[in-house]
């Protein structure tokens, strides 16, 4: 159990909610937004440029010391070096599309677990490392003019990475999804948070060590129980990845606040960045990600699916698909593709052009941020919870990542009638009103990787699409084994668990895992 913080800081201003969330639709706007926050400047990949310049922590010694059995490894942020370090910064990206709400109820569910695993984190010896963790959320939404018109909410502002640190019992509008008849899933918050006794943290982000908290009104557990819940009325063009590289992004007031020039952030005085420490990244989405360079494709028929009630081309989440990624050797038998990779296209739907000309943001954007954090001396993991079937057996040891299901089990491939349990996708509630193959297919682009269900009631609960820029990103972060060497240089820094499954618990195992492995690293 924690103690009260002993250092007070200055508490954020009472009421103050920076950030609304936006309209999840697929109805084309009829004007452009400029294209998104270029981090750094254009075209530069240094770290320098992104406000990280390799040097050691200050006031950190860089000699290694020694313990009782043996040499310990020196502090994170020599280069070259393993470290061991008890501070970790946890970012939690999650989409808060309309599609979202079992899933955030899942996962806050396991928030405490996460919390009580990370109190446990050992050192090289056995001993509990004393962890220092900050928790910062933010949400996929990044906005998009096709998230704009009659339907919006008038308290509409996308996040666009910033942290989202008020407790939902603040947000409950947040919960209630659009038109006439719409979902309400205030469950998905007041399970983990009680309104009558919601608890927040000072700071702009969850911080707990050995010596206490920064929250109020409860513990970080309770905290995070009531902060991590996003709401379902989100942008329907989730970004996870944009968000995810603003959130990071070295110059952002939650990470600078000693230079941020924004009234808006002026009460911050801790950043969530800190030399040294552990980064772990968590994206909890079931769409393709869909961070949009050139947001005139919104209206361009160019990666458009053909809506068949219409029978013309229309704007819908199919153009986050078809504007990324490409697939091969469809096989007209089983509607099965050999394979699927991200792919810079052009205005044109030409494949493999710059990074420049690309109409999504290249992916490289993405590794050369973590890239240039990796090179100031940060270890970094990440979890990605994604439309992938479900993990159907983990390692025993640390990091439990998966050893069978998940992504060794995705097939990519279209749409199939009639509904689930005949033997297609449709969901039996979408088939009963009339959904068939061809609207899914005009909707996302491409067939589920996942279908949700759930045995205590015996219904299905909802369906998610692959992930392949998502998986990309994460997967750049592990290293290879080097088939020249005798030693194993394998390194597991990515997990990919399902979105579809009843119990995220695996997931947070496998988070934690990838963080125990981080902190002392073997070798």
Not at 69 to 78: L, R, S, V
Not at 103 to 130: C, K, M
Not at 177 to 197: K, N, Q, R, T, Y
Not at 295 to 302: A, H, K, L, N, Y
Request: glycine content about 12%.
């Amino acid at each position: 159990m924690f103690l009260g913080e002993t250092t007070p800081r200055r508490a954020r201003p009472a009421g103050v909610t920076l950030v609304a969330l936006p309209v999840a639709v697929l109805v084309a706007a009829s004007s452009c937004a400029e294209p998104a926050i270029i981090l750094g400047e254009p075209g530069t990949t240094t770290s320098d440029s992104l406000g990280l310049t390799g040097r050691p922590p200050e006031g950190e010694d860089s000699s290694s010391s020694t313990g009782d059995d043996g040499p310990i490894p020196p502090p994170c942020g020599i280069e070259g070096e393993a470290c061991t370090t008890n501070k970790i910064d946890l970012l939690f990206v999650i989409d808060n599309s309309g599609t979202m709400g079992e899933e955030q109820l899942n996962l806050a569910s396991n928030f405490p677990g996460l919390i009580e695993q990370l109190q446990q984190l050992e050192d090289g010896h056995g001993d509990v490392v004393g962890a220092d963790v900050n928790i910062m959320v933010t949400t996929s939404d990044f906005d998009n003019p096709n998230c704009h018109g009659p339907w919006s909410k008038p308290d509409y502002v996308a996040a666009k990475g910033s942290p989202i640190y008020t407790p939902c019992t603040e947000r409950l509008e947040r919960f209630t999804g659009f038109g006439d008849d719409p979902l309400v899933i205030e469950e998905a918050c007041l399970e983990s948070c009680d309104p009558a006794g919601a608890a927040s943290p000072s700071d702009q982000f969850i911080h707990f060590d050995p010596e206490g908290d920064n929250v109020v009104g409860g513990d970080a557990a309770d905290a995070l129980g009531c902060v991590g819940p996003q709401g379902i009325d989100g942008c329907g063009f989730e970004a996870p990845l944009e968000s995810m590289s603003q959130a990071l992004n070295p110059a952002a007031c939650w990470n600078d606040p000693a230079n941020c020039g924004d009234p808006a952030w002026a009460w911050i005085e801790q950043p969530f960045l800190r030399d040294g420490a552990v980064l772990a990244i968590a994206i909890i989405t079931d769409e393709a990600d869909c961070s949009v360079k050139d947001f005139s494709i919104m209206d361009d028929p160019t990666f458009m699916e053909v809506d068949p009630i219409s029978g013309v081309q229309r704007s819908s989440s199919a153009i986050c698909w078809n504007a990324g990624v490409v697939c091969t050797e469809l096989d007209p038998r089983t509607g099965e593709y050999a394979g699927c990779t991200s792919a810079n296209r052009s205005p044109e739907g030409e494949v493999g052009v710059s990074d420049g000309a690309a109409v999504l943001q290249p992916l490289s954007r993405y590794t050369n941020v973590l890239a240039a954090l990796r090179a100031e001396g940060r270890e970094i993991i990440m979890l990605g919870v994604l439309g992938v079937p479900e993990v159907t057996d983990h390692a025993d040891a640390p990091p439990h990542h998966p050893t069978a299901g998940g992504l060794d089990a995705l097939v990519y491939r279209t749409w199939r009638d009639p509904d689930v349990p005949g033997g297609g996708d449709i969901l039996p509630d979408e088939w009963s009103d009339g959904v068939r193959a061809v609207h899914k297919q005009f909707e996302f682009g491409v067939g589920p990787g996942c279908t949700g269900y759930d045995p205590l009631g015996g219904t299905y609960t909802g369906q998610a699409i692959p992930p392949v820029r998502i998986r990309e990103v994460c997967e750049s972060l592990d290293t290879p084994d080097d088939p020249d060497t005798v030693a194993d240089e394998t390194r597991i820094r990515c997990c990919v668990e399902s979105i579809c499954g009843d119990d995220f618990s695996p997931a947070i195992r496998c988070l934690t895992g990838l963080i125990q492995e981080a902190v002392t690293p073997v070798g």
